[in-house]
């Protein structure tokens, strides 16, 4: 959350990320149509490691938003800033919550 971080012009850098710039990218990066076989799907699903990011998801997404509140009572921004914080934020927090 760059914006959070720096303000100011970042306050909009997760909605230009999130609706230009990884767009465009997308436009030249080849895609995968390809299956994961049932026999790797199981392995796959019983693998530590996506335990661990579920779990370490959910204070993540209380840091974020804790941040967020912090920065909107104390630090004062304009209502510029707010807006790109709250839209950045509650995209940031609604894709992680989703997946």
Avoid: C
Wanted: glycine letters at 10%; charged letters at 10%; hydrophobic letters at 50%.
């Amino acid at each position: 959350m760059a914006g959070l971080y720096l303000q100011g012009i970042w306050s909009w850098f997760t909605l230009a990320l999130v609706f230009g710039i990884l767009p465009v990218v997308e436009l030249f990066t080849t895609q995968s149509t390809q299956n994961v076989a049932e026999s790797e799907e199981a392995d796959r699903s019983k693998r530590l490691l996506f335990d661990v990011l579920l779990y370490l998801n959910a204070p993540l997404l209380f840091v974020i938003t804790g941040w967020y509140l912090y920065t909107i009572a104390f630090q004062t921004p304009s209502w510029l800033e707010v807006i790109g914080l709250t839209l950045g934020t509650g995209i940031v927090v609604g894709a992680n919550g989703i997946n």
